[in-house]
């Protein structure tokens, strides 16, 4: 059981969204706990380090509240597609993360968003390893269904495109919390569903091919985090 889990709903509810909203807005330097605590609403202006202790802590907590659904609608979506092609997988791994952006309030993606423009990538490497599998299933099972892309260019194809998506949503998110017009949800998904596929399955030309065998390697390339 998380910290997350042992307090009070409402509790939880309000720091966490509070700070996932503030965060996404201002940026992690840009806002202290206590003015997360007094857009909680919460008069006790130790509020939120009582609960988390640290920032670090409660940047995870925003994780732990979110990415259950997520995760949950991702395992629903592969029971249901039993996903074998590039289009299926695909789908079941945006879908998700563009859905969320959907709900009411939510500042998740914009957040997520900010977290890797700000290199935050440590962030991401302590979430719970449930999280973190279903990331790495994805790119091995992509992967697998693009042969004819020479690494490390194939995994630098999944990698972008699983950024791509959270941009997308991102900036969709933004759009709504905005009050900006937007396209259809059902339009935005198919367009972009056919955006990725296409990047992601496209030949690699000479040029490119011509490159990666004069460049140089030695430096470690990693792919994108969790999401």
């Keep these: 059981m998380t910290a997350m889990s042992m307090l009070a709903p409402s509790t939880k509810a309000q720091i966490v969204l509070a700070a996932e909203r503030l965060f996404a807005r201002h940026g992690i330097e840009g806002v202290s706990l206590r003015q997360i605590g007094a857009e909680a609403g919460n008069g006790n202006k130790s509020a939120v380090q009582y609960h988390f202790g640290t920032k670090d802590r409660l940047l995870q907590a925003i994780f732990e509240h979110r990415l259950p659904g997520v995760y949950g609608r991702r395992r629903i979506l592969i029971a249901q597609y039993r996903p074998a092609d590039l289009q299926a997988w695909v789908k079941c791994y945006v ?109 690699v030309s000479p040029v490119a091919r011509a490159v990666l065998d004069d460049a140089s390697l030695e430096k470690t390339w990693a792919p994108s985090p969790v999401l």
């Design 95 to 203: 879908l998700p993360i563009l859905e969320q952006g959907e709900q009411e309030g939510s500042h998740y993606l914009t957040f997520v968003n900010m977290l890797r423009h700000h290199g935050r990538r440590d962030v991401f490497e302590r979430l719970p390893e449930e999280f973190q599998a279903s990331t790495r299933e994805f790119y091995e099972r992509v992967g697998a269904l693009l042969p004819h892309i020479p690494e490390p260019l194939r995994a630098h194809r999944v990698s972008q495109a699983v950024a791509f998506s959270v941009d997308a949503a991102s900036h969709r998110e933004h759009a709504q919390v905005n009050g900006q017009p937007v396209l259809p949800f059902a339009v935005h998904v198919a367009d972009l569903l056919d955006g990725l596929v296409g990047f992601l399955q496209a030949p």
